[in-house]
């Protein structure tokens, strides 16, 4: 699973102890986080593009020792934004054991909600219907 996902479905409390890590390990806010519109551009079959509308986004920027770590979510995610750039402010920096740790932890987030997600599709397996056995022949 990719980082930004992990980070977009973790629970509150590992959000907090991401944001406690970082604190305590001097990722410094620059700028944000800030809620924006950004124009959404699609293109339709014929290669002509046009403006689909528009997002809801919210963005941050970080510094992590001489590193600067940017990030742009869709919705309104203040403090997930400000851990996406710090992600990407240390995984540019030289803090190897940093990146080990973060990279380890976001592992066994990810572990924990491929467990909750097989969970909930055993759960809803139960609900199907099969709708060839209820007709009568």
Same mark, same amino acid.
């Given at each position: @699973?990719?980082?930004?996902?992990?980070?977009?479905?973790?629970?509150?409390?590992?959000?907090?102890?991401?944001?406690? /890590?970082? $604190?305590?390990?001097?990722?410094? !806010?620059?700028?944000?986080?800030?809620?924006? $519109?950004?124009?959404?551009?699609? =293109?339709?079959?014929?290669?002509?593009?046009?403006?689909?509308?528009?997002?809801?986004?919210?963005?941050?920027? /970080?510094? %992590?020792?001489?590193?600067?770590? %940017?990030? @742009?979510?869709?919705? =309104?995610?203040?403090?997930?934004?400000?851990?996406?750039?710090?992600?990407?402010?240390? #995984?540019?920096?030289?803090?190897?054991? $940093?990146?080990?740790? !973060?990279?380890?932890? !976001?592992?066994?987030?990810?572990?924990? @909600?491929?467990?909750?997600?097989?969970?909930?599709?055993? !759960?809803?397996?139960?609900?199907?219907?099969? #709708?060839?056995?209820?007709?009568?022949?």
């Amino acid at each position: @699973m990719e980082i930004q996902r992990i980070l977009e479905e973790m629970d509150e409390a590992s959000v907090k102890t991401l944001k406690d /890590v970082m $604190l305590a390990e001097g990722v410094d !806010l620059l700028k944000g986080p800030e809620t924006g $519109l950004l124009m959404v551009v699609a =293109q339709d079959p014929f290669e002509i593009h046009f403006f689909l509308g528009e997002v809801l986004v919210t963005e941050a920027e /970080v510094r %992590y020792g001489d590193q600067r770590g %940017y990030a @742009m979510t869709i919705g =309104q995610q203040d403090e997930r934004t400000i851990l996406m750039a710090g992600m990407d402010a240390i #995984f540019k920096s030289d803090n190897v054991d $940093l990146q080990e740790w !973060l990279r380890g932890f !976001l592992d066994e987030r990810a572990q924990e @909600m491929n467990v909750q997600k097989e969970r909930e599709k055993q !759960l809803i397996a139960r609900t199907k219907v099969s #709708f060839e056995t209820m007709v009568q022949r």
